[in-house]
């Protein structure tokens, strides 16, 4: 009498072999879509950090805005704020207060800061001084990346919004020290679409 041993046949793994890599497979493009799905999330996390860092800065700038004017290299008096389309370089300069001096060395709290587009890049603008002898780079810091876009709108004490600050049609040596009372800052960004933002001066 023939006795047969136990164990599978060659259907039955070949069977199981196609049903584990079967399982392999799902497993895998499971694995692959929670991974992908995670790497979105922390870049759309980093996004709106970034963001949200940005508007904190030149909240912080805006609500320090100070009235003093400063002198560009070429001698010439710069109002404590301008900006606006046609600018070279930063949209918008303005002199703030505030700046930090842990090691209380012998300078000013004053800082002059700007914003401006390049590159699809929104660039904070820090110059090392207020007056300058000779011309003077600032130090530049990126705060968002993928913006198309940067328009900038200045409220007037009348409650007019103008393009340019100071206004187009305002005398520039009696505007040397005046701001506007608000700044709407208008951002296109892939990201986010397009983002408004209204600032109170002081």
């Given at each position: ?35 992908h799905e ?133 005398s520039p ?8 009372i608000g ?20």
């Amino acid at each position: 009498m023939k006795r047969h041993l136990p164990g599978f046949t060659l259907i039955e793994i070949l069977v199981a072999t196609a049903i584990l890599a079967l399982l392999a497979i799902m497993a895998y493009g499971s694995l692959s879509t929670i991974l992908h799905e995670r790497a979105v999330t922390r870049r759309a996390g980093s996004a709106l950090q970034s963001l949200q860092m940005a508007m904190l800065l030149m909240s912080q700038d805006f609500a320090q805005a100070s009235p003093r004017p400063i002198r560009a290299s070429t001698g010439v008096l710069k109002p404590a704020l301008h900006g606006g389309r046609g600018m070279v370089g930063p949209l918008l300069v303005l002199t703030r207060d505030g700046d930090l001096n842990p090691a209380e060395e012998h300078r000013s709290d004053l800082e002059r800061v700007g914003y401006g587009l390049h590159h699809h890049n929104l660039i904070r603008y820090v110059w090392p001084v207020l007056d300058r002898i000779t011309p003077v780079t600032p130090e530049q810091e990126t705060l968002l990346h993928h913006v198309r876009s940067l328009r900038i709108r200045f409220l007037g004490p009348q409650g007019n919004w103008h393009r340019h600050w100071p206004a187009l049609n305002a005398s520039p040596t009696s505007e040397l020290d005046r701001r506007p009372i608000g700044i709407k800052i208008i951002l296109k960004t892939r990201t986010w679409g397009t983002i408004e933002r209204i600032f109170e001066l002081p």
